[in-house]
């Protein structure tokens, strides 16, 4: 058992870590027959008293025990810690496979980094990530910053900024744009119905051309994008070399060459469709490429770099065997994730059965 140790760790770290407190301890107890009282298999001889558990709260003189405490973490966010660990294990392992470490003063410095690029000072920084986010500070370092660096170490030697991808972030950030509003609606048939209607506003054949008022009404009657809804669909203006799925954007409004016409219908996602209104262009701006280069390497350097990160930890979790008993998933290297129970009737290895919507860990683990 924890005890009081485990109370204080548990007021310092939040109920995330409670969770997988709770969870550890959930599962030893299960492994040593102890939540039954007694061995597995063994005949119970001892007339020793069972332990007490350790008691988290009273209500009106009436206990709630830890382990009551540690069901109900488990249940509320059991799988949100467990996906965590999961993740900072897989990274922990691939470190040691290549020898990669990273020391308390680079994650202080990776810290300092981040706070400075969002022009706040350490401390300002981690108190709003602990109040936006609930996450405290040793937890954002462990969890998040600390993996954060290994992978990119592992990133690193694979990136190399090109005089083409200079070139392109200097068209994306000084060059010609596109100033549009859209109407974003989540199935085809609602997207149709809408350009039907902005097509009866066009006073002529040729390129569908409204009013902005009449697109702006269309806007606050359809949109689902809250966002820009509020502002009559208006977004940031258009560049060239944009990234995927955003370059369908791209071409759509470049494409566009009269102020008020819009767009056919563009499918951004399973449940995005986006019709265009050209409001104007904005002229590249008059800023030498030499002057920016710099700025420019840099950033571009950055961007290559979190792609690099992305792709490396999917290439990891794709090459690993990772079995998670709390929601009864195996994922198998290089697979799509399959039901535990399937591979556990195979295997005849024990699997716990998934979560659902079950509160109570002692049951999960029966």
Not at 150 to 174: F, N, S, W
Not at 218 to 224: A, E, F, H, I, Y
Not at 260 to 279: K, N
Request: charged share 30%.
């Amino acid at each position: 058992m924890l005890g009081a140790r485990g109370l204080r760790l548990a007021g310092r770290t939040g109920v995330g870590a409670v969770a997988a407190l709770a969870a550890v301890m959930l599962f030893a107890e299960a492994a040593s027959g102890q939540i039954f009282g007694r061995k597995r298999g063994a005949k119970q001889t001892s007339t020793r008293a069972p332990l007490q558990e350790p008691i988290v709260a009273r209500v009106n003189g009436e206990p709630i025990t830890w382990r009551e405490l540690a069901e109900e973490c488990l249940a509320r966010k059991g799988v949100e810690v467990l996906e965590t660990m999961i993740a900072r294990k897989l990274v922990e392992q691939e470190a040691r496979r290549r020898g990669i470490t990273v020391t308390a003063e680079e994650i202080d410095r990776e810290i300092t980094r981040t706070a400075r690029r969002m022009n706040l000072d350490r401390e300002q920084f981690l108190k709003m990530i602990q109040k936006e986010r609930g996450i405290p500070p040793d937890r954002y370092a462990r969890d998040i910053v600390w993996p954060g660096l290994v992978l990119k170490k592992m990133a690193a030697p694979h990136v190399q900024v090109t005089e083409e991808d200079i070139q392109r972030a200097y068209q994306a950030h000084y060059g010609e744009k596109v100033k549009c509003r859209w109407i974003v609606v989540e199935n085809l048939r609602i997207a149709q119905r809408v350009w039907e209607e902005l097509r009866k506003l066009a006073p002529q054949d040729g390129p569908v051309v409204v009013d902005p008022a009449d697109f702006e009404r269309m806007v606050r009657q359809w949109s689902t994008d809250a966002a820009s809804r509020s502002l009559g669909g208006q977004i940031q203006p258009i560049s060239r070399n944009m990234a995927p799925p955003f370059d369908k954007i791209e071409r759509a409004a470049f494409a566009l060459k009269h102020d008020g016409e819009i767009s056919s219908i563009i499918q951004l996602a399973d449940d995005a469709y986006v019709i265009l209104m050209r409001e104007g262009i904005i002229p590249a701006e008059d800023v030498k490429l030499e002057d920016v280069r710099k700025q420019l390497e840099r950033e571009v350097y950055e961007a290559k770099l979190r792609d690099m990160v992305t792709r490396i930890f999917q290439d990891i979790r794709d090459k690993a065997r990772v079995e998670n008993l709390l929601t009864g998933d195996i994922k198998l290297p290089h697979t799509e994730e399959v039901p535990a129970s399937a591979e556990g009737a195979q295997s005849g290895k024990n699997v716990v059965p998934a979560v659902g919507g079950g509160r109570s860990g002692s049951k999960i683990l029966r």
